[in-house]
């Protein structure tokens, strides 16, 4: 089991910046490659940024893609999503998850935390 607590989530205006954290406990975390989701209101839960286990690769939606940055202490047991330049329909609750497959669906993930929420005011 791995156990993950998310943090960073709250208000703030349209081009704004937030750095999302999520810290890990249990098993070994170096082992998952670790992704961070985002799902709003009436939506199915999307894909945002994901990065493999030893933080050297990463992918990103098209949506985030030169504004978000995911990145992995692995001393620290912790994933990092700095986002840059906000928009309002970034808005959503936001979730890590880690997995042992790279992927890009939710599907492939088997832990997640509770989430938090991220609102961008116009």
């Known amino acids: 089991q791995v156990q993950l607590v998310e943090s960073g989530g709250g208000l703030v205006q349209a081009g704004g910046s937030l750095r999302l954290s999520c810290a890990a406990s249990?098993?070994?975390?170096?082992?998952?490659?670790m992704g961070w989701f985002r799902q709003a209101p009436g939506k199915e839960r999307e894909f945002v940024a994901a990065?493999?286990?030893?933080?050297?690769?990463?992918k990103y939606a098209d949506s985030v893609k030169g504004r978000f940055t995911i990145s992995r202490d692995n001393t620290k047991n912790t994933v990092y999503l700095q986002m840059n330049s906000l928009k309002p329909e970034d808005t959503a609750v936001y979730y890590c998850?880690?997995?042992?497959?790279?992927?890009?669906?939710?599907?492939?993930?088997?832990?997640w935390g509770q989430g938090t929420q991220v609102t961008v005011s116009a």
């Open positions: 998850a880690a997995g042992q497959l790279f992927g890009q669906t939710r599907y492939e993930y088997l832990y």
């Open positions: 249990g098993r070994t975390f170096s082992n998952y490659a």
């Open positions: 990065i493999n286990w030893s933080g050297d690769i990463t």
